[in-house]
């Protein structure tokens, strides 16, 4: 019984701290592939581009989060319209966050060198919890009997991105239907909207040398503000190497690499500073992406944002 209420008590806190503090999946390399969280991001390169991240947060923690993300968009109808795909799959402990995305962008010429995109995207939210992978005192407890519970949702989601080679801006909301739905007797689920806002700045300092300073800001409701701001460095077009605060309690360094025949490496660290269970803890970020020529008016080049 007493092993019970303990296991209880950290299924619950879980879920409570992963439904209302955090539900869409933590990122760290959005400066680069924003597709995941803004679907007017799609074709914006004028060129097609895939990409897979591996997330491992508070590596040594059993149960801790760890994220695989794949995504792919492509430019098309003389770089007018985007087409694009992601999936996401995160897991935290018993919980398992999956979503799978179709998105559309259409890009409008604002002036010679500055265009605005807007974007569309529809798919599959999943969420499963699943408590047969613990273990009790009591196999046939009726509190776990259901092993594998959980909710399977259509979504839909919008954003606005507006871009030229000096600056990028974008605003999205990536799933605009709530999900509310009972899990089991002694939990309710609820998957709140959330709202992203991201911008960046290209400063040359000189001709192998550009900054790019940058911020994502993440607002769900019932939640606070998250903040990521941080700067770049790009070296020869060919080297990124960079510093980023989330919340000034989240210090991270990133590293990506352009390398020949339009593959791309990254790397991010973080470490917490809180005196939380999680600052004894490291969380690594790792990419690989690649930029083809696939189709008409398509042409890989240096990509900043």
């Known amino acids: 019984m007493i092993m019970k209420k303990v296991i209880l008590v950290i299924v619950l806190t879980s879920y409570a701290w992963f439904t209302n503090a955090q539900q869409d999946p933590l990122l760290s390399q959005y400066q680069f592939n924003q597709?995941?969280?803004?679907?007017?991001?799609?074709?914006?390169?004028?060129?097609?581009?895939?990409?897979?991240?591996?997330?491992?947060?508070?590596?040594?923690?059993?149960g801790a989060p760890t994220?695989?993300?794949?995504?792919?968009?492509?430019?098309?109808?003389?770089?007018?319209?985007?087409l694009g795909?992601?999936?996401?799959h995160d897991e935290t402990g018993v919980t398992k966050n999956t979503n799978f995305n179709l998105a559309y962008a259409y890009e409008l010429d604002l002036?010679?060198?500055?265009?605005?995109?807007?974007?569309?995207?529809?798919?599959?939210?999943?969420?499963?919890?699943?408590?047969?992978?613990?273990?009790?005192?009591?196999?046939?407890d009726e509190d776990f009997t259901n092993a594998d519970d959980g909710l399977t949702k259509l979504n839909f989601g919008t954003g606005l991105f507006i871009s030229n080679e000096k600056y990028y801006?974008?605003?999205?909301?990536?799933?605009?239907?709530?999900?509310?739905?009972?899990?089991?007797?002694?939990?309710g689920e609820r998957y709140n909207r959330h709202y992203y806002f991201t911008g960046?700045?290209?400063?040359?300092?000189?001709?192998?040398?550009?900054?790019?300073?940058?911020a994502v800001l993440r607002l769900a409701e019932d939640s606070p503000l998250s903040t990521d701001i941080g700067i770049s460095v790009l070296l020869a077009d060919v080297i990124w190497a960079g510093v980023f605060t989330r919340n000034f309690n989240v210090y991270g360094i990133s590293a990506f690499l352009n390398l020949n025949n339009g593959f791309?490496?990254?790397?991010?660290?973080?470490?917490?500073?809180?005196?939380?269970?999680?600052?004894?803890?490291?969380?690594?970020?790792?990419?690989?992406?690649?930029?083809?020529?696939?189709?008409?008016?398509?042409?890989?080049?240096?990509?900043?944002?």
């Open 35 to 62: 597709l995941p969280i803004n679907p007017a991001y799609t074709g914006v390169n004028d060129m097609t581009s895939f990409d897979l991240h591996y997330r491992s947060q508070w590596g040594g923690v059993a």
């Open 67 to 82: 994220t695989i993300t794949f995504s792919g968009n492509s430019s098309l109808f003389e770089n007018k319209v985007g």
């Open 85 to 88: 795909l992601s999936l996401v």
């Open 111 to 140: 002036s010679n060198d500055m265009t605005l995109s807007f974007g569309l995207q529809t798919g599959i939210l999943s969420l499963r919890y699943n408590f047969g992978e613990l273990t009790l005192d009591d196999p046939t």
């Open 169 to 187: 801006l974008g605003v999205s909301v990536p799933r605009l239907l709530k999900a509310t739905e009972g899990i089991g007797e002694n939990i």
């Open 200 to 214: 960046g700045l290209i400063i040359d300092k000189s001709q192998s040398v550009k900054l790019k300073p940058f």
């Open 264 to 305: 791309r490496l990254g790397y991010t660290g973080e470490l917490t500073s809180n005196d939380s269970p999680a600052s004894t803890f490291s969380t690594h970020e790792v990419s690989v992406g690649i930029d083809l020529e696939l189709f008409a008016n398509q042409a890989v080049a240096r990509r900043y944002y």
